[in-house]
């Protein structure tokens, strides 16, 4: 790896995000393909089929720069979105836990300083995640680093994604769950599967 194995790990996780999206798409794609070939072959005549797979073609022409532009793309947008969700919320874990200090010493707080403690953490942590992978593009000079590399390397970053995105669903649940945890405190708790 890199000098900067943050900026490296957040850009090969973006990046592997990215290629998820579009194989879902294409998956997609083949899916109501073959619905429109059936229904073709089924219901149209050669003169409307011929006028369908013609309006297809075009229309995957116009649209290819909208949902595979690296820049401006749909899908580089949703992979920017998911990244910035998934890293954030290990964030939020440490707020709640915060929140749940704060509440178990001093008691009920104002939702002021409420707010200001839960939205802090995460504003902090967002600062770097953005300046590695978002300021100055970025991500697309690690994009053609990443594009040339091997299979191994691919499969290995898949695996590495998708730990890191369900760490960060079960990292945000497990924060709200130590917030009433710690506010309530664990002797006061008396679940029916426990």
Not at 24 to 30: I, S
Not at 111 to 128: A, R, V
Not at 177 to 190: E, K, Q, R
């Amino acid at each position: 790896m890199r000098d900067d194995r943050f900026e490296y790990f957040l850009n090969a996780v973006h990046y592997c995000i990215w290629r998820g999206d579009i194989r879902v798409r294409l998956f997609f794609d083949k899916i109501m393909g073959g619905f429109l070939l059936v229904f073709a072959t089924i219901f149209l005549s050669k003169k409307y089929k011929a006028r369908l797979y013609a309006h297809v073609v075009n229309h995957e022409k116009e649209t290819y720069d909208y949902f595979y532009n690296k820049k401006t793309g749909f899908h580089i947008n949703w992979a920017h979105y998911r990244l910035i969700v998934f890293y954030l919320c290990y964030s939020a874990c440490i707020s709640f836990l915060l929140e749940g200090i704060l509440f178990r010493v001093f008691g009920l707080i104002s939702p002021i300083i409420f707010g200001i403690i839960l939205i802090s953490p995460i504003w902090l942590f967002y600062i770097p995640a953005n300046k590695a992978v978002f300021s100055d593009d970025r991500y697309l000079k690690y994009f053609k680093e990443f594009e040339k590399m091997d299979k191994s390397w691919h499969r290995k970053w898949v695996m590495i994604t998708w730990a890191f995105c369900v760490g960060g669903i079960l990292a945000f649940f497990g924060g709200i769950i130590a917030l009433f945890a710690i506010a309530i405190g664990w002797s006061n708790v008396h679940l029916p599967f426990l």
